[in-house]
C-alpha cells in the first residue's frame, strides 16, 4: 500500500535527524505532533545533501550531487520516489506549495561547498543564504501551515535564525571545516591567525541577529513557537561558551552543549513558556 510506504518515508528522516543531530530531533519533540514529519522530511533532505558534500570523499562527489538534484525534482515531479528521504520531502514539498527557488538556492550552496574557495564578502552571504536561511524558510511554510501572508510577515525573521545558527556552525565546527575539509567560511579571516577583534566582530553579528530573530519567534503559532525557542535557546547557550574560547580553542576542539545542560536549557525553556514568558 503505498500508505504504508510513505509512512516509512517519514520514519527514514526521523531516523536521520535522530542520527545526525539530537539538538535538531530535540527541538522537532517539542512541535506540535502535526507538523513534527513534515520538519524531519525536511532536514532528511537537506542531510542527504549535505553528506555528499562533507562525506564521501572516496566517491565523486559531483556526480552524486547531480544524480541527487536530478531525482529531487523527479520526485517532486512525479509525487514519489523509490528513495524514502526524498519521498518524504517530496510530500512536504506539494503539501505546502514550497517555492522551489528554495530549493535551487539550497542546492547551490551545496554545490559551493564541492570545491575549497576564498570566499569574499558577497559568496559569504551568498552560501549562507542558501545553506541555512532558505532551509529556515521551507521550515517555517510548515509552521504557518502554508499561510502565504504569515509565511511573509515573518520571513526576515526566519532568516536572520537560519543566518545566526549558521554562523554559530562555522565557529563551532571551524577545526574539522578547516583541518578536514579545508574550507574557510569567513571571508577576509586568516583562520591560522584568527584575532580576537575578528571573533568579537563575528559573534556581535551573530547576536544581532538572535535579536532580531526572537522577535519573529515570540509571533509563531503555538504548535511550532516552543520548539524553534528550544533551539534557539541551545544555540544561544553555544554562543555563550563559543564567546568565553579563543580563537586558537576554537581550532583545537569541537565546541558542544553537555547533555545534563541540554536537559537543563530544555526544562527552563518548557518553564518561560509554559508561563507565557518569551
Not at 36 to 59: M, T, W
Not at 102 to 131: A, C, K, V, W
Amino acid at each position: 500500500m503505498r500508505e504504508l510506504f510513505d509512512i516509512h518515508s517519514f520514519k527514514a528522516s526521523k531516523h536521520v535527524t535522530k542520527l545526525y543531530s539530537t539538538s535538531f530531533y530535540a527541538g522537532v519533540r517539542f512541535l506540535d505532533e502535526k507538523i513534527r514529519n513534515d520538519v524531519h522530511g525536511i532536514y532528511g533532505f537537506v542531510r542527504f545533501a549535505d553528506e555528499i558534500v562533507d562525506s564521501f570523499h572516496k566517491q565523486d562527489k559531483e556526480q552524486l550531487l547531480n544524480e541527487f538534484v536530478e531525482n529531487t525534482y523527479k520526485a517532486i515531479e512525479r509525487k514519489i520516489s523509490l528513495n524514502p528521504i526524498l519521498n518524504s520531502f517530496q510530500m512536504v514539498v506539494n503539501k505546502y506549495q514550497i517555492d522551489h527557488s528554495l530549493i535551487d538556492q539550497f542546492l547551490h550552496s551545496m554545490r559551493m561547498d564541492l570545491n575549497p574557495m576564498e570566499y569574499t564578502q558577497e559568496s559569504y552571504e551568498e552560501y549562507i543564504l542558501g545553506s541555512a536561511e532558505v532551509v529556515g524558510l521551507m521550515c517555517l511554510k510548515v509552521f504557518v501551515y502554508g499561510d502565504e501572508t504569515e509565511y511573509q510577515r515573518l520571513k526576515p525573521y526566519a532568516m536572520k535564525l537560519g543566518s545566526a545558527f549558521q554562523k554559530i556552525n562555522f565557529l563551532r565546527d571551524m577545526k574539522d571545516d578547516f583541518q578536514g575539509l579545508g574550507r574557510i567560511y569567513f571571508p577576509g579571516v586568516d583562520i591560522k591567525g584568527l584575532s580576537l577583534n575578528d571573533k568579537k566582530r563575528i559573534e556581535k553579528e551573530i547576536q544581532i541577529e538572535f535579536d532580531e530573530a526572537f522577535i519573529g519567534i515570540k509571533q509563531l503559532p503555538k504548535s511550532s513557537r516552543f520548539g524553534v525557542y528550544v533551539s534557539y535557546v541551545y544555540y544561544t547557550k553555544l554562543l555563550r561558551k563559543i564567546k568565553r574560547k579563543t580563537a586558537k580553542e576554537l581550532l583545537e576542539c569541537r565546541i558542544s552543549v553537555p547533555n545534563k545542560t541540554k536537559v537543563f536549557l530544555f526544562a527552563k525553556s518548557y518553564v518561560r513558556n509554559s508561563m507565557n514568558l518569551l
